[in-house]
């Protein structure tokens, strides 16, 4: 493999930085309802595999609505941790991030069950427009604690 020069290895710091800014963005704007910030992060042709997820969603709207839904009458917490982000090409890329949530009821009427959890996200990127967005994620559990009500 050609070794890369200067301009390549500042431009995959950059994309980098931009993929990690992608997943802080997606915390807060998931913990703070920003949900038109939320869907601003990721392609239209979002693919989504979340095996925990009671509504399924299919597509990048689904998605959103659902991530609505479920958080809009809870407190959450979502944290990511020191993600492993692979740059394939100057418009691909790959990441794991190792996250932490707890989500709390706290409205009667909600149906969300309480919860604290870890585990992963494995994510994919692409550039679009200038931007990196990402096109494909799951989450994968480790341990999820059912919390008292």
């Not at 707890?102 to 959890?117: N, P, Q, R």
């Amino acid at each position: 493999m050609p070794e890369l020069t200067l301009e390549q290895r500042i431009a995959r710091l950059e994309a980098i930085e931009e993929i990690k800014q992608i997943k802080a963005r997606y915390c807060r704007y998931v913990d703070t309802k920003d949900w038109e910030g939320f869907a601003s992060l990721f392609t239209e042709d979002l693919v989504i595999d979340f095996g925990e997820s009671t509504s399924n969603p299919q597509t990048r709207n689904e998605f959103v609505a659902s991530a609505a839904r479920h958080f809009a009458k809870n407190l959450s917490i979502h944290q990511v941790h020191l993600g492993e982000v692979e740059i394939v090409d100057d418009t691909h890329a790959r990441a794991i991030w190792p996250m932490y949530d707890l989500v709390e009821k706290t409205s009667a009427d909600s149906e969300y069950v309480s919860h604290t959890g870890w585990g992963h996200y494995t994510e994919e990127y692409r550039k679009e427009g200038g931007r990196w967005l990402c096109c494909r994620t799951r989450l994968t559990r480790l341990k999820r604690v059912v919390l008292d009500e």
